[in-house]
Each structure stands twice: as C-alpha cells, then as structure tokens.
C-alpha cells in the first residue's frame, strides 16, 4: 500500500513538473528562434501576458479553447512584433525595448481586464483544455499517466520541441537563421535578407511566447489575474541560456524549473507550519543558482542585441 | 531645421499620449473632460495633492539615481525594486535591534543600514556580471522576487508585530523616524535626501575621477581595460552605488511614510525608476524632472480613478507608452534621405 | 566608350550625411580583364563597388552590366547577376563549416534539404581546379586569413561569377601567397572572368592588372591602360604628389640600454599556448619590426605588454623592472605609450569629447586630478595644445571624437600616448586604413620617438613600413619568433616572406641576396 502511495504521489509530482515547464519550454523555443537571429525580447515577460491575457477573454467569451489559443498566439505575436519593429526597424536598444513593453503589457492587461470584469472578488474563470489519454500508452505504470495522460498543449510542445530541433540544425533555413544571428553582414551579402530572417525569427517568438501564455491561463490554472506570469518570462530566458538555444536542452532546463515549481506547490500544501514564501521563492533561488552553474557553457550568437545597420559606413 | 523637428517630435508624442489617454478614459466610460479635470486637480488643485507628488517623488527620484548610476556604468540594474525591499528591511532590523539611539544617530544609522544592504543586494548580480558575465538583467529581476518573498518571511516571524494579526511589524522606534517637513502633509526627510543625493551623483559622475572612470566603463569596456582601469572593480562598485541608493528610498518608504514594515509598501516604485532614469536620460536632474513628472502622472492617475472611474492601471500605459514612442522617436519622426533610403530595403 | 565592355558605371554620385564619397564617377570594365581601381583610403573605391554590388543605393548615375541597365537593391540580386565581391574585412560565419559558408543564401538542389554530400563533391571540384587545400567540412575559425580569402573567392566561383570585385586582396597575404594568388587570377582572366581589384598599392597594380582607374576624393582621376604606365605616374593620380619616401637614419644604440625586454615570454589561452616562448629586447632609440601574417600571436604579444592580457610563462621587462604582474597603469607610469589596433574599440571612447579621451591616460596625473576631482580648465589646455602641435582638424576640444576623421582619431591618440615622451612604445598597425598624409604624419613622429631615444615595438602587416622604419626585423608565426633580422638595406623580400609562411631560417645561404 505504501509503494502504490509512493508511486501515486511520484506521479502527480512528475505530472506537475511538465506541465509546470511546458509554458517554459514554450516560450523557451520562440526566444531561441529570436535569439539565434540576433534579437534578445527581454519582453518575453509581456508576450506570455499578453498570449495569457487575450486567450483567456476571448476563451471566456466563446467558451472556446481553440479560439482562446488563437487569441493568445495573435496577442503574443503583436507584442514580438512591436519589439521586432524597435530592435529592427528603429534600431533600438534591445533589452530597454523588451523592458518598456513589460511596463506597458503589464498596465494594459490590467486596465483591460479592469474594463471587461469590473472589480470582482471572485475571479472569472474561463473553460481550460480538458486531459486527452492516449489508449494503451497512457496505462504503462507511472511513464504512461505522466507522459500519455495530458493536454493538447503538452503533446503539442512534444512535437513543436522535435520540429524546432529539426528547423534549426537539419536544415538550409537554420544555416541562414545561424549565420544572420552571428554575422548579419556576412549573410546580407550572401543574398540573405537579414530583416525579413529576423521578423520571421520575432514572429516565431510571439507564436510560442502567445501560446505558452494560453498554457497558462487555459491549461494550467482557468483563470487570470493580474501580472499572471510573475516573471514566468524572465525564468524561460534562463531556460533558454541554460538549454543552450537548443531545443531539447530547453526542455530539460524547464524540466528543472519545472520541478521547482511542483516541488513549491506540493510544499505549500504539506502543512509544514513555514511561511509559504519560503517555497514561493525557492524557482527563483532555483533559477539564480542554474544560471550561475551554466556560466561558460553557452556561447551567445554573436550579434546578439546588436542592430544591423546596413549602410553603417 | 533639425531643431524643429526634434521640437515637433516631441509635439506629437504628447499629442499620441494624449489620444492615447482619451481613448482609454472612453472606453470605460468616463468622461473625458470631468478626467481630465479631476487628473489635474488632483496634482494642482490643493496644498495637500501637490505634496502628495512630491512624496511619491521622493523614492522614484531616490532609486531612479541609482537605476542611473548603474544604467551609465553599463550594469542593467532592473532591480530597484528588490534593492528598495532590502533598504526597508535592514531599517527596521536595525531600529528593533538598538531601539534607544537619539534621533540624529538613528537616523544616520538607518539610512547607512538601507544603503548596505540594497548596496549588497545589487552588488551580488554585479559581481557575478563582473567575475561570471552573467546576466545582471535576469539575475536582477530573481532577486526582486526573492526579496519580496523574504519581505513576507520576516514579517510573518522574527519582525512580526504580535500585538496585530496582520502580517506586519511593530511601530519603528522614535528616534527613527524620518521629521516631517510641512505638516500636515506627508512630506518628509527623504525628499530632501533625495535632493542632496541628486547634486551629489551629479557631482560624482561629472566632477570626480570615479565617476568619469564609471562612465568610460559604461561607453567602453575594452578600452577603459586598454587605459588601465580595472573595469570589473567599477562595475561591482556601480551596482553597489546604484543598488545603495534605492535601499535609501526603501529606508524613506518605511521611515517617512509607513513607519512599520509591512508587504506591499512599494506598488512598483522600483520599476517605475526604472522609466525615470530612461527619461530622465541617466542625468540626475534630469532624473529629478522625470521623478516629479511620472509622480503627478501617478498622483493624478489615482485622483482620476477616484473621481472620474478610471482604473489607475492607465499610469502604466501611459507610462510604457512614452518610454516605446520615446525609443522610436528618431525613425518614426525623422524624414531624412538616411531613414528612407533603409526603408527601401 | 568601347563596345567590348561588359560593366559601364556612369556619373555615380553618392553622398553620406551630404558629404560625397563619390561624385560623377565613372568606371568601364572589360570582359576578361584585370582592372584596378587604385586610390588612398577615403577616395570612394569601396563606395563605388558596394553600390555596384547592391549594398549602398546610389544618388545618381547609371549602372550597365551585359549592355542592361541594372539597378541592383541588395546584394543578392548582384549575386544572381554573376557578380561577386570579396570584402577586406570577410563576410564569411566563423562558426559555420566551408561548404555551409559557400553555399550560404543559395537555394541548392533539394532546399530545404540540400545534399551535402553532393555540394562537398563539387566544391572539391573547384578546390582541386586551383590547387587549393581546404576540406569543405573545415569550420571557417580554424582557418588562417589567407585559407578564409581562398573560402571567399571559392564561394564567388562557385556562384559563377563573372564579376569578381576584390577589396584590398593582398593586404592579408604573404608575398609567397600573393605571387600564388595572382596566377590564379590570371587563370581566371584566361577562362574569361573580370576581375576588379580594389587597393591602394601601386607595385600591386603594375603586377597584375592590365588597366587601371584611379580616384581621389571620391572623383575620378584617370583610366589608363598598365603597360603605359609607372609608379611615379600612379603616384601622381593618386595623391597629386610624389610618395615621399620616409626612411630612418641609421644610429648607434647601446646594446646594455634596454628599454622593453621580453625574456621566455610566453601566453596561453584556453590551455593552448598561442605565444612564445620568445625573448627580445629593444634597446633605447631602437625600433624593432614585427612582421607577419595577420593572427599570429601578434594580438597576444602587445596585449601582454600593455598588461591586458597575463602572460603564462616569462617575464615583460620596462626600463630594466620586471613589470609581469604589474598592472597596466603601474606600466603606463613607468613610461609605455601603446598606440592600439582598434582605434575605435581599444583607444577612444567614441561618444566623449576630445578632451575626457585625452583623459583617459591622465586620469591618475596630478596636474589633471586633485583629491579626486577633475580639473577641466588644465585639460581644456592641454587638449588644445595637442590639437595645435599635431595639428589636429576638428571644431574644438569640446566635440565628440566620433566626428573626428580616421587620420584625426589617429593623431589625438598619437598626441596622447605620446604626451610625456614615453620611453617604451607599442604601435600596433599604426597605419592602418589612414590615408597617405596621415600615414607619413605618424611614421614621422614615430622616427621623431626613436631619435629621442624611445624603444618601439612596431607590430604591422605593412611590410613596406616594417622595412622603412625598423632597425631590426622580428617575424612572428603561430606565435613564435621565426628569425630577428637586421634591416640593413639587404634582407630578402622573398626569404621574409617564407619565414611568415612558416619555413625555418635554417638555409642561411638563401638569407642574403647577393
């Protein structure tokens, strides 16, 4: 009996650790395509809120999850692309851009949800994706309802993992995203067109930034509230530097921060008479220490954060 | 030529703001000009609303220089606001641990205490940039969230007030307690502190030989190492002023306003300096001029939503929003032959 | 003009922030012809061919290639048209292999998925066809400079060029690898390519190319063929006057008065030695030469003098102190000037003014600082005077460097690191990219340092300047002291060139010419 309790608490442990990394490897996949192109979106912050804020009102509003989904990739894609247009277009400073979007996607989902909701005690809640078993695959002991007994989402990050892997190191087009992101003027006079690679790259950021936000408010919790990602975004820039910009390495560094965050959860509820912010700041402390032991294990792409100005004389 | 149209471009960011401000107050269903009335009354209208700017001024300009300092050596400092945290923190232990000091010395005592230990709160992601190249930006942010989590750890045990449920500590002893410069308003001491810091970082970061070192580090790394300054000593030496200065706006907060230290004291102050310092242009007066614009903007926000219904939220916006137009200034008003020949592209 | 030629540029004017690089200038290539474009840094050569190939949009004039008017936005419309163009500095993405590097931006058969194997098959083609031996799975980085300008000109070949623009070639080579080079240029030439070379060497024109257009301050000077030609003429087109010729005389110096010393000097990075062990030692009023191919230790060896860079092994001798481990500041104390290799990146901070640049090496003198303070008004002056006696063009002391011209960057910070008259020197590529007057400006003043008895350690690729200014000459390769040479008017151009290459000193008999 104690083993079958061992086994079902592992489970739900192990459950919650992927879903709690899906956002992150999510969000940790459209940045690694932003990143290799050259273009650093601190404000990875806002496109998650964003995709969180708007799948949440739209999914709310139709009681529609796919809809929702599309809203929050939309929302987080016109976030990447404010910032694609000051880092690219306006050549702007990189990180100060993604910062200022924060200030302005945190003061514009609140304002919003203030406007459509009102002050309500009770938080709204919104229809969430339901769980999907895969047959015969999820009843395999313990690998089985972790891996094969979860949402869309989750399967989706699977294959967007495999796909993003795939796109980056077995194909012409991760050469040409490669080669923009470490010496832009090197692929210009090759014929590439470095803006173009490098607002697709953007739009890719918002996609999965957008989605992991959906992940959050229509997979993970139901329900918004303000400032929802509590730094979410900033985590997944960790995850990004410790997988290497490499999409299976992401998923394990979320994995980590995945683990962290369950491990939280499961804290809080255990009764142990602590105040709970001991374990609300543990993914952070956890975040802190992971970043400093991959110190010297990820080389940036070159031209990272740095404008390309073509006719810089 | 160029002038007019850097005037103009200014014109028409304000015009946008104000569009911007307009749409928002109709779409919840204000009226425009009973907003407008109650945002400027609020700043204008009265002795008290005026101070209440300048109260709000006092930890945005205090922590802003700071955000400054850093921003100007090259260490992206995001983490005021943890920094703020750690300042209120170390004031409060210090005044419970030696409860009997004369004022003068309490005081002295709590603001050196608050500049410490946001000093050291700054100064680890500093070292780990300096040392490790880690990212001060992220590793900055961990650090505002670890500190609000040890903020609400200590105030629910060893500085919990047992008299009160509610996770707070006691009232601060005497002698700690910033004077109140116009009564019966908020104004407080660390208005003035803020004034003196002001004249002093302009002091040191264009009179002094540190500072003029901390700038060439900021502008250029490898050449400060080719010059022979020890570039890494002056970036752990930046976060340590920077992060320094905003513990004093915590020590203030707590000192000045709320005399006990309790959660949620700071509603972004350290964020907000972060804007204040980008506007302010990293020039302590101008960080002063910006610290007293985005404080009427927040004092007059919040008379907005208590009159007019707006939700004060709209101080953020506003506030993103000029800092994005800001940055897109030159290419989104500027027609030169440059810009449009990079447009064709 | 002719009808055989196959590129007419006509009337091209282009202005940078109203100012021209080129104006109303004019260049006809024809089919199977090596041309120069010869003229001193800032005469608008590379302008003019970045606007051909697409990178610059021009302000006015006409464009025919292949008897079309064309029109090229970006460089890969260029491409498509069978032009290519070899940058001085090259674009080509260290961390990517050769083949992925050739192939870049190109939609090879089965795109997304090309064929690797396939591509590799013919690029060894091409590799084999001119005799050059680079594995298409090399990544670029471990290749040497001359290996990464054969990867350039593979990968114009390999998109059939049949316009090949190349910027400043042999800037980068050995005269060994400049003499290989030009046959293959010439075979090139013989399969019908043409060939633009952009460059600033006379002896180079009259080699190689069979016409040449000159051009000074951005306008078109003449076109002449080669063979009609000489380098007094060339001269003359390129900067209005005869090239003086600066020399030093010779003097005696005291072998026991050692101003910098190097002694089994040696530097590691990442575990691998990249310098030394080497020892050397420049007596005062002496300047030694260090001649070689760009990336062999040289960056290591004047970093590690300077004290940016800690050496592994050894010790760095100033005026007789062993100053191995002490900083850069005790060492600029001491009396060492160092005149960087980046101007832009290692010497001058770009967004101060002249004034806080001149600072930057008196920021720890009395007469600037006092308890901590900076005295504005003694800098001001001090400014001005450098500006005067260096005569310095600019609006005053208070303007950005960033405003400053090349050669103007390059006096304020000779001004400055020569203020106090240093007895150690460190000039790295002091000459790099300054045009002619500049150029002779600073190797005067440098000759000016050794009569009055500094030790200079002049490290450049220039082998013209490392023979007119060097007392001896020391040659560099993979970080080690190939031979130290007196520059007694009879060290082999050739022998010099193989020591670069690599090949011992041994045969001594070759050392002489007879």
Redesign the interface.
């Given at each position: 009996m104690i083993e079958t309790g061992l086994i079902a608490t592992l489970t739900a442990f192990l459950s919650a650790t992927l879903r709690m990394a899906m956002p992150l490897t999510l969000a940790g996949l459209g940045e690694t395509f932003s990143e290799k192109s050259g273009i650093l979106n601190i404000g990875l912050e806002a496109i998650m809120l964003s995709g969180a804020f708007f799948s949440f009102i739209i999914a709310f509003m139709t009681q529609s999850v796919l809809l929702g989904v599309c809203a929050g990739i939309a929302g987080g894609i016109a976030v990447s692309s404010i910032h694609a247009y000051l880092s690219i277009h306006c050549k702007v400073n990189q990180t100060i851009a993604g910062l200022a979007l924060n200030f302005f996607i945190m003061g514009l989902t609140s304002f919003l949800f203030l406007i459509v909701f009102g002050k309500t005690t009770t938080l709204p809640e919104c229809p969430v994706s339901p769980k999907i078993p895969i047959p015969v695959l999820s009843h395999i002991p313990l690998i089985g309802p972790v891996l094969f007994n979860q949402d869309l989402f989750v399967y989706f990050t699977f294959v967007a993992i495999f796909f993003a892997w795939f796109f980056i190191n077995r194909t012409e087009w991760g050469i040409n995203l490669h080669a923009v992101g470490e010496k832009p003027k090197a692929a210009d006079s090759a014929g590439l067109n470095v803006f173009r690679i490098r607002y697709l790259s953007t739009i890719a950021n918002g996609f999965f930034g957008g989605l992991a936000g959906s992940y959050l408010t229509l997979g993970l919790l139901g329900f918004f509230m303000e400032n929802i990602t509590s730094g979410k975004g900033y985590i997944a820039l960790v995850v990004v530097i410790l997988g290497r910009r490499n999409p299976p390495g992401i998923l394990l560094a979320a994995l980590v921060v995945g683990a962290a965050e369950a491990l939280q959860f499961r804290m809080q509820t255990s009764g142990i008479p602590v105040p709970s912010q001991l374990f609300t700041m543990f993914p952070y402390v956890i975040t802190v220490v992971v970043l400093f032991l991959a110190v010297g294990k990820s080389r940036e792409p070159s031209a990272l954060g740095i404008p390309y100005i073509r006719s810089k004389r | 030529m160029e002038r007019l149209k850097s005037a103009l471009s200014y014109i028409l960011i304000i015009v946008i703001i104000l569009a911007l401000s307009v749409v928002?107050i109709l779409?919840?269903g204000s009226d425009v000009q009973e907003s407008f009335v109650s945002f400027f009354r609020g700043i204008f209208g009265s002795l008290y609303g005026f101070s209440e700017v300048l109260v709000r001024a006092t930890p945005l300009v205090m922590a802003g220089l700071g955000v400054s300092i850093g921003f100007k050596t090259g260490f992206?400092n995001?983490g005021a606001e943890g920094q703020i945290y750690l300042g209120a923190i170390a004031v409060t232990t210090i005044a419970f641990l030696l409860p009997g000091l004369p004022s003068v010395f309490a005081i002295l005592l709590g603001i050196t205490a608050g500049f410490i230990a946001g000093g050291v709160w700054a100064l680890i992601p500093g070292y780990?940039k300096a040392r490790?190249?880690?990212?001060e930006?992220?590793?900055t942010?961990?650090?505002n969230?670890?500190a609000?989590?040890?903020l609400?750890?200590l105030v629910?045990?060893v500085l919990k007030d047992p008299e009160y449920p509610l996770p707070m500590s006691p009232q601060l002893p005497d002698g700690y307690i910033f004077p109140m410069l116009m009564y019966p308003t908020r104004l407080h001491l660390g208005f003035l502190i803020a004034v003196i810091a002001m004249v002093l970082v302009y002091v040191l970061m264009w009179?002094?030989?540190?500072g003029?070192?901390l700038?060439?580090v900021g502008?250029?790394q490898?050449?400060s190492?080719?010059?022979?300054i020890?570039v890494r000593k002056y970036i752990v030496l930046s976060s340590l002023l920077s992060g320094g200065l905003a513990g004093i706006a915590g020590v203030g907060e707590i000192a000045g306003i709320h005399n006990k230290l309790l959660e949620g004291f700071s509603p972004g102050f350290g964020?907000v300096a972060?804007?204040v310092a980008?506007l302010g242009k990293n020039n302590p007066f101008g960080v002063m001029a910006a610290g007293l614009g985005i404080a009427a903007l927040q004092v007059g926000s919040l008379s907005m939503q208590r009159q007019a219904g707006v939700?004060a939220?709209?101080?953020?916006?506003?506030?993103?929003?000029i800092?994005?137009l800001i940055?897109?200034r030159?290419?989104?008003f500027t027609f030169s032959?440059?810009s449009r020949?990079?447009k064709?592209? | 003009m002719s009808t055989d030629s196959t590129l007419l540029m006509e009337d091209i004017d282009k202005y940078f922030f109203g100012k021209a690089a080129n104006d109303k200038v004019s260049l006809e290539v024809k089919r199977g012809e090596i041309h120069a474009l010869l003229g001193e840094n800032g005469a608008g050569k590379t302008t003019l061919m970045n606007i051909l190939y697409g990178i610059y949009q021009r302000d006015a004039g006409t464009i025919t290639w292949k008897g079309e008017d064309v029109h090229f936005e970006s460089p890969r419309e260029a491409i498509d048209n069978r032009i290519g163009m070899v940058h001085q500095h090259f674009m080509l993405v260290p961390t990517l292999t050769v083949s992925q590097n050739i192939t870049l931006g190109l939609k090879s058969e089965g795109h997304p998925f090309p064929n690797r194997r396939s591509i590799d098959e013919k690029i060894c083609e091409i590799l084999r066809t001119y005799g050059v031996n680079i594995s298409p799975t090399d990544k670029v980085s471990s290749l040497s400079v001359g290996g990464e300008q054969w990867v350039e000109i593979i990968k114009l070949l390999y998109r059939n060029a049949e316009l090949l623009i190349l910027d400043e070639p042999t800037a980068v080579l050995t005269p060994q690898e400049t003499e290989r080079f030009f046959d293959v240029l010439k075979k090139l030439r013989q399969e019908g390519h043409s060939v633009i070379i952009i460059t600033h060497r006379i002896p180079e024109v009259l080699a190689i190319t069979d016409r040449v257009t000159i051009l000074r301050d951005g306008r078109n000077v003449a076109t002449i063929k080669t063979a009609d030609t000489d380098s007094v003429e060339l001269s003359h087109y390129m900067i209005g006057r005869e090239l003086k010729t600066i020399s030093r005389t010779p003097h005696v110096v005291s072998p026991q008065d050692e101003g910098l010393g190097l002694d089994e000097l040696a530097v590691e990075e990442n575990g691998r030695a990249v310098l030394g062990p080497l020892s050397l030692s420049i007596r005062k009023g002496e300047m030694i030469g260090i001649a070689g191919v760009d990336g062999n230790g040289q960056k290591h060896l004047a970093e590690v003098v300077l004290g940016v860079r800690d050496c592994s092994a050894g010790k760095v001798r100033l005026l007789g102190k062993d100053v191995s481990s002490a900083s850069i500041q005790q060492r600029k104390d001491l009396g060492l000037g160092y005149i960087a290799e980046d101007r832009q990146n290692d010497a001058l901070i770009m967004d101060m003014d002249m004034r806080e640049n001149v600072l930057l090496r008196m920021y720890s003198k009395r007469e600037y600082v006092r308890s901590g303070f900076i005295k504005y008004a003694s800098i001001h002056e001090a400014t001005k005077e450098m500006i005067d006696t260096y005569n310095i063009k600019t609006a005053g002391p208070g303007k950005p460097v960033r405003y400053l011209s090349g050669g103007n960057q390059q006096k304020l910070i000779l001004a400055r690191e020569l203020s106090g008259s240093p007895p150690v020197i460190v000039a790295f590529h002091p000459t790099r990219g300054l045009d002619i007057g500049a150029t002779e400006f600073v190797r005067q003043k440098l000759l000016e340092r050794r009569a009055s008895g500094s030790s200079i350690l002049l490290i450049s690729a220039d082998l013209d300047e490392i023979f007119s200014l060097s007392d001896r000459i020391a040659v560099l390769f993979h970080g080690r002291l190939m031979a130290v040479l007196e520059n007694d008017g009879n060290v082999d151009v050739n022998y010099l060139g193989r020591l670069m290459a690599g090949e011992s000193a041994g045969s001594s008999s070759e050392r002489r010419v007879e």
């Amino acid at each position: 009996m104690i083993e079958t309790g061992l086994i079902a608490t592992l489970t739900a442990f192990l459950s919650a650790t992927l879903r709690m990394a899906m956002p992150l490897t999510l969000a940790g996949l459209g940045e690694t395509f932003s990143e290799k192109s050259g273009i650093l979106n601190i404000g990875l912050e806002a496109i998650m809120l964003s995709g969180a804020f708007f799948s949440f009102i739209i999914a709310f509003m139709t009681q529609s999850v796919l809809l929702g989904v599309c809203a929050g990739i939309a929302g987080g894609i016109a976030v990447s692309s404010i910032h694609a247009y000051l880092s690219i277009h306006c050549k702007v400073n990189q990180t100060i851009a993604g910062l200022a979007l924060n200030f302005f996607i945190m003061g514009l989902t609140s304002f919003l949800f203030l406007i459509v909701f009102g002050k309500t005690t009770t938080l709204p809640e919104c229809p969430v994706s339901p769980k999907i078993p895969i047959p015969v695959l999820s009843h395999i002991p313990l690998i089985g309802p972790v891996l094969f007994n979860q949402d869309l989402f989750v399967y989706f990050t699977f294959v967007a993992i495999f796909f993003a892997w795939f796109f980056i190191n077995r194909t012409e087009w991760g050469i040409n995203l490669h080669a923009v992101g470490e010496k832009p003027k090197a692929a210009d006079s090759a014929g590439l067109n470095v803006f173009r690679i490098r607002y697709l790259s953007t739009i890719a950021n918002g996609f999965f930034g957008g989605l992991a936000g959906s992940y959050l408010t229509l997979g993970l919790l139901g329900f918004f509230m303000e400032n929802i990602t509590s730094g979410k975004g900033y985590i997944a820039l960790v995850v990004v530097i410790l997988g290497r910009r490499n999409p299976p390495g992401i998923l394990l560094a979320a994995l980590v921060v995945g683990a962290a965050e369950a491990l939280q959860f499961r804290m809080q509820t255990s009764g142990i008479p602590v105040p709970s912010q001991l374990f609300t700041m543990f993914p952070y402390v956890i975040t802190v220490v992971v970043l400093f032991l991959a110190v010297g294990k990820s080389r940036e792409p070159s031209a990272l954060g740095i404008p390309y100005i073509r006719s810089k004389r | 030529m160029e002038r007019l149209k850097s005037a103009l471009s200014y014109i028409l960011i304000i015009v946008i703001i104000l569009a911007l401000s307009v749409v928002l107050i109709l779409s919840v269903g204000s009226d425009v000009q009973e907003s407008f009335v109650s945002f400027f009354r609020g700043i204008f209208g009265s002795l008290y609303g005026f101070s209440e700017v300048l109260v709000r001024a006092t930890p945005l300009v205090m922590a802003g220089l700071g955000v400054s300092i850093g921003f100007k050596t090259g260490f992206i400092n995001i983490g005021a606001e943890g920094q703020i945290y750690l300042g209120a923190i170390a004031v409060t232990t210090i005044a419970f641990l030696l409860p009997g000091l004369p004022s003068v010395f309490a005081i002295l005592l709590g603001i050196t205490a608050g500049f410490i230990a946001g000093g050291v709160w700054a100064l680890i992601p500093g070292y780990l940039k300096a040392r490790f190249g880690i990212s001060e930006v992220i590793n900055t942010i961990m650090f505002n969230y670890i500190a609000i989590n040890i903020l609400g750890i200590l105030v629910r045990s060893v500085l919990k007030d047992p008299e009160y449920p509610l996770p707070m500590s006691p009232q601060l002893p005497d002698g700690y307690i910033f004077p109140m410069l116009m009564y019966p308003t908020r104004l407080h001491l660390g208005f003035l502190i803020a004034v003196i810091a002001m004249v002093l970082v302009y002091v040191l970061m264009w009179k002094s030989a540190p500072g003029y070192k901390l700038r060439v580090v900021g502008l250029n790394q490898r050449a400060s190492l080719c010059s022979g300054i020890p570039v890494r000593k002056y970036i752990v030496l930046s976060s340590l002023l920077s992060g320094g200065l905003a513990g004093i706006a915590g020590v203030g907060e707590i000192a000045g306003i709320h005399n006990k230290l309790l959660e949620g004291f700071s509603p972004g102050f350290g964020y907000v300096a972060i804007i204040v310092a980008l506007l302010g242009k990293n020039n302590p007066f101008g960080v002063m001029a910006a610290g007293l614009g985005i404080a009427a903007l927040q004092v007059g926000s919040l008379s907005m939503q208590r009159q007019a219904g707006v939700p004060a939220s709209i101080s953020w916006i506003i506030m993103g929003s000029i800092v994005l137009l800001i940055l897109s200034r030159r290419s989104l008003f500027t027609f030169s032959a440059e810009s449009r020949k990079e447009k064709k592209v | 003009m002719s009808t055989d030629s196959t590129l007419l540029m006509e009337d091209i004017d282009k202005y940078f922030f109203g100012k021209a690089a080129n104006d109303k200038v004019s260049l006809e290539v024809k089919r199977g012809e090596i041309h120069a474009l010869l003229g001193e840094n800032g005469a608008g050569k590379t302008t003019l061919m970045n606007i051909l190939y697409g990178i610059y949009q021009r302000d006015a004039g006409t464009i025919t290639w292949k008897g079309e008017d064309v029109h090229f936005e970006s460089p890969r419309e260029a491409i498509d048209n069978r032009i290519g163009m070899v940058h001085q500095h090259f674009m080509l993405v260290p961390t990517l292999t050769v083949s992925q590097n050739i192939t870049l931006g190109l939609k090879s058969e089965g795109h997304p998925f090309p064929n690797r194997r396939s591509i590799d098959e013919k690029i060894c083609e091409i590799l084999r066809t001119y005799g050059v031996n680079i594995s298409p799975t090399d990544k670029v980085s471990s290749l040497s400079v001359g290996g990464e300008q054969w990867v350039e000109i593979i990968k114009l070949l390999y998109r059939n060029a049949e316009l090949l623009i190349l910027d400043e070639p042999t800037a980068v080579l050995t005269p060994q690898e400049t003499e290989r080079f030009f046959d293959v240029l010439k075979k090139l030439r013989q399969e019908g390519h043409s060939v633009i070379i952009i460059t600033h060497r006379i002896p180079e024109v009259l080699a190689i190319t069979d016409r040449v257009t000159i051009l000074r301050d951005g306008r078109n000077v003449a076109t002449i063929k080669t063979a009609d030609t000489d380098s007094v003429e060339l001269s003359h087109y390129m900067i209005g006057r005869e090239l003086k010729t600066i020399s030093r005389t010779p003097h005696v110096v005291s072998p026991q008065d050692e101003g910098l010393g190097l002694d089994e000097l040696a530097v590691e990075e990442n575990g691998r030695a990249v310098l030394g062990p080497l020892s050397l030692s420049i007596r005062k009023g002496e300047m030694i030469g260090i001649a070689g191919v760009d990336g062999n230790g040289q960056k290591h060896l004047a970093e590690v003098v300077l004290g940016v860079r800690d050496c592994s092994a050894g010790k760095v001798r100033l005026l007789g102190k062993d100053v191995s481990s002490a900083s850069i500041q005790q060492r600029k104390d001491l009396g060492l000037g160092y005149i960087a290799e980046d101007r832009q990146n290692d010497a001058l901070i770009m967004d101060m003014d002249m004034r806080e640049n001149v600072l930057l090496r008196m920021y720890s003198k009395r007469e600037y600082v006092r308890s901590g303070f900076i005295k504005y008004a003694s800098i001001h002056e001090a400014t001005k005077e450098m500006i005067d006696t260096y005569n310095i063009k600019t609006a005053g002391p208070g303007k950005p460097v960033r405003y400053l011209s090349g050669g103007n960057q390059q006096k304020l910070i000779l001004a400055r690191e020569l203020s106090g008259s240093p007895p150690v020197i460190v000039a790295f590529h002091p000459t790099r990219g300054l045009d002619i007057g500049a150029t002779e400006f600073v190797r005067q003043k440098l000759l000016e340092r050794r009569a009055s008895g500094s030790s200079i350690l002049l490290i450049s690729a220039d082998l013209d300047e490392i023979f007119s200014l060097s007392d001896r000459i020391a040659v560099l390769f993979h970080g080690r002291l190939m031979a130290v040479l007196e520059n007694d008017g009879n060290v082999d151009v050739n022998y010099l060139g193989r020591l670069m290459a690599g090949e011992s000193a041994g045969s001594s008999s070759e050392r002489r010419v007879e």
